[in-house]
């Protein structure tokens, strides 16, 4: 067992097997994490060796020789089910269950590789035998963008997310404006819908008749071009301040958009899904 302090924060880095190893898909581990707790002074605000906008709080650990990490799921404490998060994990090599998402883990009877947050959301007392990076309840970020950030520091090719949305509205309009700060492919699941980061290109699984939403995250996204929608770019414009991207239709397979310059989120929601009074799928 090795013990040390990685920029104000002490973690506890010991040996055995992969939790999780009874699994029918392998999962790997980055690092036999135990736990992780603030050091006195808590958590360091960046300086200017970390003035980078995807800079995170935690602090980077290396993985393991060989490791490779590809499909990351998190678990957020918002609204969702137990059989959503099942579905996201059956995609997922590796779990982080983001504070209150651990009880969305219990209920699924999903296994967590990882535990991240402040655990003051936690509907009972944290099982034995979990790695936890515990960090202060008073920090400059959410229990969610820190584990999103830690997926990113070990390397995840592509992040799912279930829980994100629906607890608090502020959470919600937060958590989705985040996701500007990513480079990599993200995937929110939500009462059925689906909210994809579109930072190149994206083909998503519809049916004719499903909505699709395009909505900005930079103040204009250029060289929009779809495919398989009612109403088609071709290289075309959409600007955050502007609602015109709302409420598309699925007219033909594949479905899908690509662009050249910003970001965008691309909502997808089945034919007749959604449930008003959420935040996706009302008119």
């Given amino acids: 067992m090795r013990e040390g302090v990685v920029a104000g924060i002490v973690f506890v880095v010991a040996g055995g097997a992969p939790l999780g190893a009874e699994r029918r898909r392998e999962r790997l581990d ?36 060989g490791f490779l990490l590809r499909v990351v799921l998190i678990l957020a404490g918002g609204v969702a089910s137990p ?51 515990r960090v202060p309840k008073e920090k400059d970020a959410t229990d969610l963008e820190l584990a999103l950030d830690h997926a ?60 699709v939403s395009l909505l900005p995250l930079t103040p204009a996204v250029r060289g929009i071009s779809t495919w398989g929608l009612r109403y088609p770019l071709e290289e075309g414009v959409l600007f955050r301040a502007s609602t015109r991207g709302i409420s598309n239709e699925v007219v033909a397979i594949p479905c899908g958009v690509k662009i050249r310059a910003g970001k965008l989120l691309l909502i997808h929601t089945p034919k007749g899904g959604g449930v008003c009074g959420n935040f996706l799928g009302c008119c």
């Fill in 152 to 211: 990113v520091s070990l390397g995840a090719k592509k992040i799912l997310v279930v829980g994100a949305f629906g607890a608090r509205l502020d959470h919600t309009l937060a958590n989705a404006n985040l996701l500007e700060k990513y480079d990599i492919p993200i995937t929110l699941f939500h009462r059925g819908s689906r909210v994809h980061l579109v930072i190149d290109h994206v083909e998503i699984q519809a049916q004719v008749g499903d909505l």
């Fill in 30 to 65: 980055p690092l036999n994490l135990i736990r992780v707790m603030p050091a006195e002074g808590g958590l360091p605000r960046a300086g200017p060796a970390q003035a980078g906008a995807n800079e995170s709080p935690l602090p980077w650990l290396p993985t393991k020789e």
């Fill in 83 to 133: 059989q959503e998060a099942k579905e996201a994990s059956s995609q997922a090599n590796f779990i982080i269950a983001a504070d209150g998402g651990l009880d969305l883990a219990q209920k699924a009877g999903l296994p967590v590789d990882l535990v991240i947050g402040d655990l003051d959301s936690l509907a009972g007392p944290l099982p034995q035998n979990l790695r936890v990076l």
